[in-house]
């Protein structure tokens, strides 16, 4: 029976994750895809670099192209991460016909359309199970599970840096300088811990999921981002007091073929279950018109996690060697991308306003409320000893963004309101 060979690009803690699993796992693998899979040549920054495991040095490179331009090689598996160094290699793997495996979210959230396209032409396939959730098979499920159905909206908890550090914040009362330094130290947050606390990594991801969901070319910068630097533990204190849990959420949804995505700091009642996944641990919420609601929930990142996503492709790509099917899978683009407004996307907020402690000032915020359409839920004075101003929480209805937007301009010139201390969309 013969072996399908691999190269693997990078041999980080991913890569070596893929090693373990392929060389741990091989009677496994080869009852499941029908042969056996060897790993021919990894790629490597340098080779005489002490390692976690034992590999025999005639299989490690520094040269990539030693690995793509190998006829010998059917798979490139790509864990190196980068983008558009990446791309390159990608592509031209591609165009010698070898088949892609990639963990990467950067390259197939900016660059992913035009990598299928690629791939399609090519007849080869590109899998990426592991660029989003690390080891929750949500593009699959997504690809696959729901290809009968219509998803209406995308809810999902996908960057476990952050979901660690609100967890931290709301459980133990830890402020945000103090757990992202411990986030740091346990190695969850990277020394630049822009990308994960900004809100990026989560708007990569969407962008990803938002393209298989909603059948059509979502780019990044279709995705409005708020990221949880300016979540404060007074915020923090007042969900929990009204019920609610704060989560950094990606959240897609579409209406009549009107879709509008979003990474954003998010007040999610304490009774739906997205609030309760803790830790570094991600959650993914799908609702489809047929289904109703699911909900995908596991660890995020990590080595065998992710690992097993990446291998759980590759026994994909050999199984469709075998069928003759490679590169068949139709590129989930072909639908036209119609993003809706500000006027149309509708939710619930949660506002917390410092104003000065006098009578009227409440009678003037409901009416400028009143005045650009926005009803209200609840409203409630908290006292604060440590802020001589007063407090005023306030939950809308469902109201549209746009007229939320002018409401808050307007507050911000309003003598008596000294400060919009913060602002949150409501959720469940």
């Known amino acids: ?22 060389e741990g796992h091989q009677d496994d693998l080869r009852s499941q895809s029908g042969s056996p899979i060897v790993i021919e040549k990894i790629l490597v920054q340098n080779r005489e670099k002490a390692r976690s495991i034992t590999i025999e040095p005639s299989k490690l490179t520094e040269d990539p192209y030693e690995i793509i331009q190998d006829p010998e090689i059917d798979v490139i598996v790509e864990v190196m991460g980068g983008v558009q160094q990446t791309k390159e290699y990608i592509l031209e793997a591609l165009a010698r016909g070898k088949h892609v495996v990639t963990a990467n979210k950067d390259l197939m959230a900016m660059h992913g359309p035009e990598i299928l396209r690629k791939a399609q032409e090519q007849r080869c396939d590109v899998f990426y199970e592991a660029s989003v959730a690390g080891g929750i098979p949500i593009i699959r499920t997504l690809i696959d599970g729901f290809s009968s159905d219509r998803i209406t909206k995308i809810m999902g908890i996908v960057n476990g840096t952050t979901n660690y550090m609100l967890t931290k914040m709301t459980q133990e009362g830890v402020s945000y300088d103090d757990v992202l330094k411990e986030a740091q130290l346990l190695g969850y947050a990277e020394a630049d811990p822009t990308s994960d606390v900004e809100g990026l990594d989560a708007a990569r991801k969407m962008t990803i999921l938002s393209t298989l969901g909603f059948r059509a070319d979502v780019a990044l910068e279709d995705v409005s981002t708020k990221g949880m630097t300016g979540v ?12 609610y849990v ?4 990606g959240i897609a949804e579409r209406q009549d073929d009107q879709f509008s995505i979003s990474v954003q700091p998010t007040m999610v009642k304490n009774t ?29 990142a990590g080595e065998l996690p992710t690992a097993t996503s990446i291998v759980a492709d590759l026994v994909a790509v050999v199984r469709n060697l075998k069928l003759g099917v490679n590169g068949l899978q139709q590129t989930p683009v072909y639908k036209e991308k119609k993003l809706k407004t500000d006027e149309q996307i509708s939710s619930k907020y949660f506002i917390l306003l410092h104003v000065e402690d006098r009578a009227g000032v409440l009678a003037q915020i409901t009416q ?8 209200l839920e609840s409203v409630l004075q908290q006292p604060n000893e440590s802020n001589p101003e007063a407090e005023i929480i306030i939950i809308t209805h469902d109201a549209n963004k746009a007229a939320v937007d002018r409401v808050l301009d307007q507050f911000r010139t309003l003598g008596v309101i000294r400060k919009v201390k913060s602002v949150y969309r409501v959720e469940g």
């Open 1 to 22: 029976m013969k072996p399908v060979k691999v190269g693997l690009l990078g041999l980080g803690t991913v890569g070596t994750g893929v090693v373990r699993i392929v």
């Open 232 to 243: 404060s533990k007074e915020d923090i204190l007042y969900a929990n007091r009204l019920g």
């Open 246 to 249: 704060l989560k950094l959420l």
């Open 272 to 300: 739906h279950p997205i609030a309760s996944v803790n830790g570094v641990y991600n959650a993914v919420y799908v609702y489809g018109e047929a289904v109703g609601e699911t909900m995908f929930y596991g660890a995020g």
């Open 368 to 375: 400028i409320f009143a005045s650009h359409e926005v009803s």
